[in-house]
């Protein structure tokens, strides 16, 4: 399970944070989604895991106004 999320076209709009908030964060340095245990690897930032509530990342994908979360199973 992935999910990578292009950090640099974020709006800043927190609704990935309302609906997964144990995996996305604001940042208070530029008001930016960070997705929390992420690498960056070049524009994107990617996290691999086993453990991923899928249902909710999934939403936060599909809420997002820019389309920069992606989820791959």
Known sequence: MKISHQRDKCIGCNSCVEDASEYWKISKEDGKADLLGS???????????????????KKAAEICPVNIIKIYE
Do not use: M, R, V
Request: aromatic fraction near 10%; hydrophobic fraction near 30%.
């Open 39 to 57: 690498i960056k690897k070049g524009n994107f930032y990617i996290l691999e895991t086993s453990n991923i509530d899928i249902e909710k990342n």
